[in-house]
């Protein structure tokens, strides 16, 4: 239904919110970090690994010192051309220059932090931020599915049909519904939606031929028969209205008067007999008032 999808809808919101503002989960956090530990070590040992390139290059340019010197005086005393001397001096030259580039390269690195690893550490700080505007847009989606949710209550709240908690003048719980005219998910028809009535208390209407009237009084006993109640009812006579009409139930001996004028006489049962009759509204019966 409506109302259980919109309920689910803020479960799911609220979910989203908690884990907004828990912040990233522990083994992300952790994963990240690995990364960030992986790289520092990539770049320590490419500090290493020049650092032994500038010592093997420094080494080199001492025994080409080393090995000038000595040219340089083999020339002085004659015993060599200026040719060889000059071979020397320029491997001499060459090994000062690898030495410097070796340590310029060392530094650059032990100076600056790889593009990688800078960005390894930005999406740590992300990841362990709890971002304000993140966790106003879930609770915005959250306020969002609750008026959703109240929406659909109050929809679903005006699909009910009540009767007043008070008609005439007994408490609802004292109706018993007797037919349904209109289920759920049809148009109420012309009769209603369905017929309520109060079955703790039930009566009995007699017509009695008003040539018959004054024989009635308020308070008189009543017994009351039919073949679809074994046994007889019993009641007392509570009204006798004022207003003559012509008969609406019809005897079936065809010899009876079918057009005499009768007087309604409204007779309350007693409770044995009102439990009994509960579940026969409109039921045809058959009165003997005693005189």
């Excluded at 650059?108 to 992300?126: D, F, G, M, Y």
């Excluded at 037919?179 to 309520?196: F, K, L, N, Y």
């Excluded at 208390?201 to 109640?229: F, H, L, N, R, W």
């Excluded at 065809?254 to 409770?271: F, G, K, Q, S």
Aim: net charge negative; proline share 2%.
């Amino acid at each position: 239904s409506s109302l259980c999808r919109s309920q689910a809808a803020v479960r799911a919101a609220e979910a989203r919110l908690a884990i907004t503002q828990s912040g990233a989960k522990q083994g992300e956090i952790a994963a990240q970090q690995a990364e960030i530990e992986r790289l520092e070590a990539q770049r320590q040992g490419d500090i290493a690994a020049q650092r032994a390139t500038v010592d093997r290059l420094q080494s080199e340019w001492r025994n080409a010192e080393t090995e000038f010197a000595r040219y340089q005086s083999l020339y002085q005393q004659g015993a060599i051309s200026a040719s060889e001397r000059d071979s020397r001096r320029l491997t001499l030259e060459t090994a000062q220059k690898s030495v410097q580039e070796a340590e310029a390269v060392l530094a650059r690195i032990q100076s600056t932090s790889p593009a990688q690893l800078n960005q390894a550490r930005a999406e740590l700080a992300r990841i362990e931020e709890v971002r304000p505007v993140d966790v106003n847009a879930d609770r915005v989606e959250v306020d969002r599915a609750i008026a959703a949710m109240n929406r659909a209550k109050a929809e679903l709240d005006q699909a009910y049909v009540r009767i007043p908690t008070r008609l005439a003048g007994q408490t609802a719980e004292a109706f018993t519904v007797l037919e349904i005219h209109t289920r759920a998910g049809e148009v109420v028809s012309d009769q209603g939606i369905m017929d309520i009535g109060q079955t703790q208390q039930m009566y009995a209407v007699a017509e009695v031929y008003q040539s018959d009237i004054s024989k009635v009084q308020p308070g008189q006993s009543v017994t009351i028969t039919s073949d679809s109640i074994p046994g007889e009812l019993t009641g007392t006579v509570e009204r006798i209205d004022a207003q003559v009409r012509r008969q609406q139930v019809i005897n079936t001996d065809p010899t009876t008067n079918t057009d005499a004028r009768v007087i309604e006489v409204h007779i309350a049962l007693d409770a044995a007999s009102s439990q009994k009759a509960a579940h026969f509204t409109n039921l045809q019966v058959t009165t003997v008032i005693e005189q």
